[in-house]
């Protein structure tokens, strides 16, 4: 069972900077897909960006430009750089990879965006 483990959450103020990683406890080299999702209170749970194992990624329009995602095979992890944070972007953040098809889930971690 791959367990993916997110760190780096906190709380920012608007404008500031967060970096999140997510580590798997495999080599992600076969991952299919990774990516980190969202969810904030009352909300459903939605995509922020991904990267396929070619190295393409994919960004939802509320973080083009401001989000980069990354991954590291030689780490097994992969990041989400967060730039000029916006109180809308507070949620919890959630790693997530598809592994011969099947998806799994970090537990989350919590971005706070407030003065």
């Known amino acids: 069972q791959v367990q993916l483990v997110e760190s780096g959450g906190g709380l920012v103020q608007p404008g500031g900077s967060l970096r999140l990683s997510c580590t798997a406890s495999e080599n992600t080299f076969r991952f299919d897909h990774m990516a980190w999702f969202r969810q904030a209170p009352g909300n459903q749970r939605e995509f922020v960006a991904s990267?396929?194992?070619?190295?393409?990624?994919s960004y939802a329009e509320s973080v083009k430009g401001r989000f980069t995602i990354a991954r590291d095979n030689a780490k097994n992890t992969v990041s989400l750089q967060m730039n000029s944070l916006k109180p809308e972007d507070t949620a919890v953040y959630y790693c997530?990879?598809?592994?011969?098809?099947?998806?799994?889930w970090g537990r989350g971690t919590q971005v706070t965006v407030s003065s």
């Open positions: 990267e396929f194992r070619n190295g393409d990624p």
């Open positions: 997530n990879a598809i592994i011969d098809g099947e998806p799994y």
